[in-house]
């Protein structure tokens, strides 16, 4: 069992995302809102904020070198373990893997070969996958993955009951 956050110790959340752990990003850029990123804890820093490098995005355009940035612990997850024979219909809210990462989207149309056509929000455009570039999209939430109906149904008990 996981410490409990406390305000003398370090957040429970904090075991998760040990120095050399691979973990997915979120960024709160415009144009990147609702994507995934891979990366690696390099360390933790004050107020549950954590130095990490991206394994595919570089520091510049011109530069092999990867980004490091400085993030705080909302915009970390675990990495998403791996889920074998997903079946992947219309309407699914699914990640897509698309520029070196996982883009949250809908799928608006089931193709032959299985292949999908996915809509993204964020971007407003609509893009073909193959199923091996799907997973079905989760949330990180109170330190388990939870498929995101799921997590509204706790939110609401959770509202509910206190």
């Not at 699914?94 to 089931?110: K, S």
């Amino acid at each position: 069992m996981l410490p409990k956050p406390t305000s003398k110790g370090p957040s429970a959340a904090a075991a998760f995302f040990k120095p050399g752990t691979i973990i997915e990003v979120s960024s709160e850029d415009e144009g990147f809102r609702g994507s995934w990123f891979s990366g690696t804890v390099i360390r933790q820093l004050p107020s549950d904020r954590y130095l990490i490098e991206y394994h595919n995005l570089m520091a510049d355009e011109k530069s092999s070198k990867p980004l490091r940035e400085v993030l705080d612990i909302r915009q970390l997850r675990p990495i998403l373990p791996p889920e074998t024979g997903q079946i992947f219909k219309f309407g699914d809210e699914v990640d897509a893997y698309y520029n070196d990462g996982w883009w949250e989207g809908y799928i608006t149309e089931e193709l032959d070969n299985e292949r999908f056509a996915v809509y993204f929000r964020a971007s407003k455009e609509q893009l073909v996958f193959s199923k091996d570039q799907l997973r079905i999209h989760r949330e990180w939430f109170d330190h388990t993955w939870v498929p995101p109906f799921q997590q509204a149904h706790l939110s609401l008990n959770f509202i509910l009951i206190y």
